[in-house]
């Protein structure tokens, strides 16, 4: 058996939102522009990662907001009151939009732990596939309505499939 902790050690540490799975009631249109509004201030990786894949979905789709649609992008951006920054108490970080409604993503157990009805079950089960997978879930919530989960998958390091490989045969 070999053990590691994998975040940065065996991986880049930069981990990219590859997959939207929205809840359900919940249209392409609005998690797109949610997933984006809840990330367009977080300059993280993650965050960067989630405005890019909802732009892509969204040109897909030939809906507004899509890539190269920059006069959606600066209306979604003033609809921003403050952004929340990440933080190790709330494990979520998110915005604050101008009508006074929310947009959090974060953990899964920390955004169903602060939802009234936790979350939906196509949402919880898919959580508990990400992981299994060993991608990370995020949940993001609109006020007390749970949105979508965001999939973020890590990329391992360049040579070190191949090292595994070697490990298995020794």
């Known amino acids: 058996v070999l053990l590691l902790d994998k975040t940065g050690t065996i991986t880049l540490g930069n981990r990219q939102a590859s997959r939207f799975v929205p809840a ?3 249209t392409e249109q609005q998690l797109a522009d949610s997933a984006q509004l809840a990330s367009l201030a977080d300059e993280t990786p993650e965050g960067r990662s989630i405005v890019t894949l909802a732009r892509a979905r969204l040109g897909e ?5 899509g890539e190269g649609d920059d006069a959606a992008i600066r209306a979604l951006d ?3 009151a403050e952004q929340r920054d990440f933080s190790a108490e709330t494990r979520s ?3 604050i939009l101008t009508d006074g409604g929310e947009l959090l993503k974060g953990a899964v ?3 169903a732990a602060a939802l009234p009805d936790g979350l939906p079950a196509p949402i919880a089960a898919e959580a508990d596939g990400v992981a299994a997978r060993g991608a990370t879930p995020l949940v993001l919530r609109h006020g007390m309505a749970p949105i979508a989960l965001i999939e973020l998958k890590d990329t391992v390091k360049p040579g070190l499939s191949e090292r595994f490989d070697e490990f298995r045969r020794m």
């Open 93 to 95: 970080s998110g915005v």
């Open 24 to 26: 359900p009631g919940v």
């Open 78 to 80: 003033a609809r921003i």
């Open 61 to 65: 789709l030939g809906l507004p907001g």
């Open 109 to 111: 157990d920390a955004i």
